[in-house]
């Protein structure tokens, strides 16, 4: 049993002396430089089976019983995850929507955590409440949207469309929502069939059901059809239901198709909807100076959503969610129990979204955004969105590859052996599985890693690049791997798949 001086003096198992961090700190920083600087000599992915990395982990293992050396903890976890690990650091990631992250992220990261301030409210976090809260500035400021809008940061993209869409149910479902519940009424969410999975989870967790969403249709350019859109709220109203919501995408997840986002901000406005952008994605190519011009009815949403943890190049995670009137976001998310005393004069962050405690995720971003300027980070967007245009660009010198979409930094094409160029339903499907069985071969390779869209109906190859590594030789490489993995690829397919 410990005796009393085991408080008096006490002695955590966890506590470290100064001497002991600024060692292990070293160290760790050393060996984090050094991963670093290997990145474009390693695979992109050691494309292990979940039971071999659980093997090195020793994943069935019970809780240590008694205490252990720091600095071996320290070394094993950064052999671990530098040999087993997916880099989407690497100069040759381009899969999803996944970026290299800046590495004076890591270094903010590092200090938030020492700190730990919880910006969840202004007198627990000073400093951090106000670091948050001239970030969310910053970022309105690159959009173009207003600066005085409201906003914070939460997980990420996801998340951010979420505080934004239960922003808009409260503000226009006509009755206290969060008081009342849903009580049955058919509130109608409108947006098009290339919208990120995001709005299930949230016509979902909100009450609303996913049958409250209204998947409208896309034209030849995957942007939403405004007539079908049109027609659809006329249907709902003269059946009853009540139109809330309008969401047009600034960067589709898939092709990165941005919508007419002026005219949904008109038709909204004649409708009396909320409008939503999700921008997760394209929303800050808006700061290009030669941005594309539907993204400039961005300005006129009432929320928008962007991830720093993508073209922000901030470490996961970190969405940022915007809204027009600040009163609205405090409307869809304040109460104020007994127990909390904090003042209503600064900033508050538990007022204005789902969570209470919260990190500091705002640091990592504030440091990147000052370290590159506004000049800088126009250099990296614009660079990502050359670099994929280049690779478009180069894909018509390949007779076995066939160029699909093109749109902010993100091309999509797919391997087409020449004799196959046109073919029935048999060599369709045939060539869907080829590209997918291609996709995955050149995942497992470890040498480039992409992901894969359908664009009408076709499974394609997708190239997406939110990576300021990347360089024209590393794109340059693309294609020939691609064509010789599928030449080889589909010779032994083609014998059983189409004979
Ligand atoms: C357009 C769009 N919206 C939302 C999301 C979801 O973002 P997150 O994965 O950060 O939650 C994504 C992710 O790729 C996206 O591309």
Redesign the pocket.
């Known amino acids: 049993m410990p005796n009393e001086e085991s408080i008096e003096k006490r002695i955590s198992p966890l506590d470290m002396g100064s001497r002991e961090f600024r060692e292990l700190g070293a160290q760790l920083i050393d060996r984090i430089a050094g991963f670093l600087d290997s990145l474009p000599s390693r695979p992109v992915t050691p494309g292990e089976s979940p039971a071999s990395v659980r093997e090195a982990l020793d994943a069935g293992r019970s809780l240590p019983q008694h205490s252990a050396d720091p600095a071996q903890l320290l070394n094993h976890a950064a052999d671990l995850l530098f040999e087993h690990s997916l880099f989407n650091g690497h100069p040759r990631f381009w899969g999803?929507?996944t970026s290299s992250a800046a590495p004076i992220g890591a270094l903010g990261d590092l200090l938030a955590a020492a700190v730990n301030p919880n910006v969840g409210a202004w007198l627990l976090s000073p400093m951090a409440s106000e670091i948050e809260a001239q970030t969310i500035r910053w970022i309105a400021e690159m959009l173009g949207y207003p600066a005085d809008c409201g906003g914070l940061f939460v997980?990420?993209?996801?998340?951010a469309?979420f505080v934004c869409f239960l922003a808009a149910r409260q503000a226009k479902a006509g009755w206290d929502v969060r008081k009342e519940g849903m009580a049955g009424a058919r509130l109608r969410v409108y947006c098009s069939k290339e919208t990120?999975t995001?709005v299930q989870k949230a016509a979902d967790i909100s009450g609303l059901g996913t049958d409250a969403i209204r998947w409208i249709g896309v034209d030849d350019a995957m942007r939403v059809d405004l007539t079908a859109l049109r027609e659809q709220i006329l249907a709902d109203i003269a059946a009853g239901d009540k139109p809330v919501l309008v969401v047009g995408?600034a960067?589709?997840?898939s092709t990165g198709a941005i919508d007419p986002l002026p005219q949904l901000a008109a038709l909204c406005r004649e409708f009396n909807l909320w409008f939503h952008v999700?921008g997760?994605?394209g929303g800050l190519a808006a700061v290009l100076p030669d941005a594309p011009q539907a993204l400039t009815g961005l300005r006129e949403a009432d929320s928008v959503?962007v991830?720093p943890?993508?073209w922000l190049y901030a470490p996961l995670e970190a969405?940022c969610a915007l809204v027009r009137d600040p009163e609205k976001l405090r409307d869809a998310f304040a109460y104020h129990p007994v127990y909390y005393h904090f003042g209503v004069e600064a900033i508050n962050y538990f007022d204005l979204g789902p969570q209470n405690s919260r990190g500091f995720r705002a640091l990592k971003i504030w440091l990147a955004l000052q370290q590159a300027g506004r000049d800088g980070y126009v250099r990296m967007i614009s660079d990502d969105v050359r670099l994929a245009r280049a690779l478009f660009a180069r894909i018509p010198q390949y007779p076995e590859l066939e160029a699909l979409t093109q749109s902010l930094s993100i091309t999509t094409f797919r391997y087409v052996p020449a004799d196959l160029s046109s073919g029935d339903e048999k060599v369709a499907a045939y060539l869907d599985k080829l590209n997918l069985e291609l996709l995955t071969r050149l995942q497992n390779s470890g040498r480039v890693y992409l992901s894969n869209a359908v664009i009408q109906g076709k499974f394609a190859l997708r190239v997406c690049i939110v990576n300021f590594r990347t360089s024209l030789a590393d794109v340059e490489a693309l294609l020939p791997i691609v064509v010789a993995t599928g030449n080889e690829l589909d010779a032994a397919l083609r014998p059983q798949e189409l004979s």
């Open positions: 999803y929507i997980s990420g993209g996801n998340m469309n990120h995001w995408n960067g589709s997840v999700d997760a994605y959503a991830d943890h993508k969405g």
